[in-house]
Structures are given as C-alpha cells and as structure tokens.
C-alpha cells in the first residue's frame, strides 16, 4: 500500500539535502504523520535555511532537532514521546543542542510539553513557524520558548519550500490548511485550525516551478481539497459583504484543479484527501476531461453505516456516497478509489460493522487505510459519547475489514492485468535493484525491469502480466516476457 498515512509505528524519515552551501548549522528534521507534516517541514526547512541551518540524516550531529508531530490517533503520539527520550542523552551530552516539537502535538499540549516533559525547549504550532527565527534567538539565550497561535489566514503562500528527501520526481503542493468540518472523532480542527484556501497564483507559481526543476507530478493538499475556495482578487475576509464576493468569480476546487491541468499541461496532478461531503461532480468532469489528472480518488467514508455516519458528523449518508462513487465511476472510465475506516466508533454494533464491510464490497476500493477508533481528548466524541467498544471487539473487526480490503485489493489488482498502462519512474524497487517502481494513473504501484537508458521521472508504457495483492508486476516492449 502506498503510504498516504505514514504509518506511526514506523520512525518518522529524516532527510538530508544540501540546500545553502554557506550554512555551517545543523538541523536534523523528522516527521510523523500525514503527507501534510511533511509539506510542512518543507517549509520549516525553507525558513530555516535562511537562517543558517541545513538539514543532516544525523542527529548526533545536529544543534537543532525538530519532530513534526502527529496527534491523530494516541498511538501516534506514543511514538513521539519515545523518540524524544531517545534524544534525551544527547541533550545531557551536548547542552547546547535545541529540541523542539512542531505540528500537531505542539498544538494539542501546548505549554505542558515545557512543564510535564523537561524533553523540549521550543514548542511550534503548525501557523508558527514563521516565527522559528524569533523563538530560536530565545532557545539561544537558554529560555524555552513557544508559540503555538493558530491564524485564520496563514498559508505560507510565499515561502518556496525545500524539498527534502524526496525522489525529484513527485512533490506535495499545499492548496487549504486547516478544517471546518467536526467530525466527533476528529482533534485536527483543534490542531489545525479553521480552513483557509491559499492564493490560486501562487499555487499555480509553485507548480510550474516545480515543473521547471524536473518534477513530474504534483499532489495538491488539503485536509479537505474539495472546500477550496477563493474569492476573485482575494480572500473572504478582503470583501466588505457577501453581495460585493459574489460579484466576482469565486474560484473552487474543480476550477482549481482545471487551472493546474491547463498551466502544467504535461504533469501529473494528484489530489488529496477529498471529503465525500463536499466534493461535486464538476471534479468528476475535469478529471474526465483532463489526460494528466490522475485517475484515483481517495475518498474516505470512515463507516458504512448511516447510525455511525451520524454519530460522527459526517453529513453525509451511506447512500449519498454511494451515489457519489457512482457518478464518478460513470463519468471517470478506469477510475479507482481507496478509503480510510475507522473501527468501533462509539456504539458500534455488529450489523453496523457488516454495513461497513458491505459498503466495502460494493465500492470496491484499491486501497485502505483502516485503524481502531482512538478516543482524543478534547474532541466532540471524547466530551459526549462513550468509547464503549472492548479492544478485542475492535480488533477481531478491524481484522475482518483489513482482510477484505486484502481480497479487494488483489481483485482490482488482477483488473489491472493483460493490458499496458502508463508508469512514471519514481524509483527502484525494494526488492530488486534491477527493477523500477512507479504508479499507473490509478495509483496501483508497478515493478519492472530497468531498461538501458532509463530514468527516474520517465513515463513509460508497461504491459502488465500478472500481480500480488498490492503490485502489478510488468514487463516494457523489448523485454522478456516473464
Ligand atoms: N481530512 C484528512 C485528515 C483526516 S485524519 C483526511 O480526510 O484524510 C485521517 C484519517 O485518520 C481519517 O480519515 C480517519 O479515518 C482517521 N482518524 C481520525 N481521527 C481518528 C481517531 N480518533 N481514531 C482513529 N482514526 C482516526
Ligand atoms: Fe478530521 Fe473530518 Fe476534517 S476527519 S480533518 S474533521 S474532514
């Protein structure tokens, strides 16, 4: 499965790349959590590469640490807390060393990271870090600082992020940050902040810049892409009342992404995650009508049940999704879709989960993210509702979905082969260094042998004979055929 949700249990990727050859400090940059923390960091990395740091894969040899936190699950943030006792001996070794949690985590425990951990010296909320340069000189003069203030505009729109540690050929663009939508379960609205959509010019800007420096397919992100909104020449809070707004063109997510397609007619264009409750057809129909928009849409239902749909706010019924998917499939050929679950919601009961697994099977989804209900402090499920269901009830039925989602997978897998599609060069295979991976355009990863010639960010067409669960396995014109 692709890692759209990096998995937690896993240490979080540090990254090096040489950015400004003059900066003589260190910065040693980890993240957790989902593909925004680590568009975050690329912008954490820009501000403090004007600041004399580069980053290092080392951090023994770093003077500042920084890990961008996740708070989505408590699991996440148990992985946090052990990587920062890890740091704890290198602090008591080099006084002089700087730790500090940024995203998520900052947000959620505010000043209690100071006072509880004794880990930290410098606490950033996910709006802050334009303010790093401030709080660093604070940290230099041996007092622990914090900002964590969220802001109903901040976007970062004009910081060019460094991209860090990735693979040249696929990068992440920030299009909205922040979420208005409560869904019970849910602490990003109170991590995050309210939502806001960033200038289209500069989104625009980044991608053909990325274009220009060799990259080959973007990801627009977003908590929630599809509520992109931009109001003509500026932002909501620019115009005096409603009436004057609506006299300009509003710009939505289906015009967004059409202005991306035209402007960077030649990359491949991802989005992510859409929310089922505010996407429209319109993005269907640009994605139809667009070559180099992928066709894959990752569409989370969180539950199959109308009871638990309601329970967690999602403002959307099991039918309405339905009708969604359909409408997508109807008008998008070949288009496929992955979903994330959540598993014993409060007051799940079993013919709730079989409504989950029959959702599933009528959806077919490619891929899934699937996790146990986790209870998070502060939120609207954690203040009115009980977490009611026994862990090994949650277990036994978080195993019934994954396994499904195994034979779905593999079925749609097989769907794939007998036929050529288009792969994009994104690196070599894990397994086999004689080998390339990439994506077709629905997402699904492909392995095949390297050919003279060849490189990273080629696309090239590949005749797919055969797959595992979560593979394709090709061959290209000229080899032979296994
Ligand atoms: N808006 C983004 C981010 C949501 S968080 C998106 O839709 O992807 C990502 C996923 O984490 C959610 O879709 C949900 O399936 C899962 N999640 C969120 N809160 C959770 C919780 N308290 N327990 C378990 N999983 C949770
Ligand atoms: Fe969370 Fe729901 Fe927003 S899952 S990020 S509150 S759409």
Request: proline content about 3%; overall charge negative; hydrophobic content about 35%.
């Amino acid at each position: 499965m692709q890692d759209k949700y990096i998995d937690e249990t896993k240490q979080g990727e540090a990254f090096a790349i040489s950015e400004k050859p003059a900066n003589s400090k260190k910065l040693f940059l980890e993240s957790y959590g989902c593909q925004m923390n680590f568009s975050d960091s690329e912008i954490v990395a820009s501000i403090l590469n004007e600041q004399g740091y580069n980053t290092t894969l080392k951090p023994e040899e770093a003077d500042l640490i920084l890990l961008n936190t996740c708070s989505i699950r408590e699991k996440a943030e148990q992985t946090v807390r052990m990587r920062l006792s890890q740091f704890k001996n290198l602090k008591k070794e080099r006084p002089n060393l700087t730790v500090g949690v940024l995203g998520c985590m900052a947000e959620r425990l505010k000043t209690k990271f100071l006072e509880e951990e004794q880990l930290v010296d410098l606490v950033v909320g996910p709006d802050a870090y334009r303010d790093l340069p401030n709080l660093l000189k604070e940290t230099d003069d041996g007092r622990d600082a914090i900002n964590v203030i969220l802001s109903k505009e901040e976007t970062y729109a004009d910081i060019n992020p460094v991209r860090l540690g990735g693979n040249g050929v696929t990068a992440f663009v920030t299009i909205t940050r922040g979420c208005d939508n409560m869904c019970t379960f849910c602490v990003v609205p109170f991590t995050r902040g309210r939502e806001r959509s960033r200038d289209p010019h500069s989104i625009i800007e980044e991608c053909k810049g990325l274009w220009n420096s060799g990259y080959k397919e973007i990801t627009l992100l977003g908590q929630n892409v599809d509520s992109y909104l931009w109001y003509g020449g500026g932002a909501k809070k620019d115009f005096k009342n409603a009436t004057e707004m609506q006299k300009l063109t509003a710009i939505s997510f289906a015009k967004l992404l059409e202005m991306v397609a035209v402007a960077v007619p030649e990359m491949r264009i991802r989005f992510s995650t859409s929310n089922p409750h505010d996407m429209t057809t319109d993005v269907f129909k640009v994605m139809a009508e667009h070559a180099n928009i992928c066709k894959y849409i990752h569409l989370p239902v969180q539950s199959g049940s109308n009871t638990m749909l309601e329970k967690m706010n999602r403002q959307h019924t099991r039918e309405e999704y339905l009708s969604l998917i359909n409408k997508a499939k109807e008008l998008i050929p070949d288009i496929s879709f992955s979903q994330d679950m959540i598993i014993g919601f409060c007051g799940e009961k079993e013919e709730d989960h079989q409504l989950t697994l029959s959702l599933m099977r009528e959806v077919e989804y490619d891929y899934g993210y699937m996790f146990a209900y986790s209870e998070r402090p502060g939120t609207p499920a954690h203040k009115k509702m009980e977490d009611d269901i026994p862990s090994d009830v949650k277990q036994r039925r978080l195993a019934e979905v994954i396994a499904l989602q195994g034979e779905l997978s593999r079925k749609r897998m097989e769907g794939y082969v007998g036929r050529s599609h288009e792969i994009l060069i994104e690196g070599t295979s894990r397994k086999n260094e004689n080998q390339w991976k990439g994506r077709n355009s629905q997402n699904a990863v492909c392995v095949f042998d390297k050919q003279e010639g060849q490189k990273l960010g080629d696309m090239v067409s590949v005749f797919v004979y055969g797959n595992t669960q979560g593979t394709l396995l090709g061959t290209q014109a000229n080899s032979a055929v296994v």
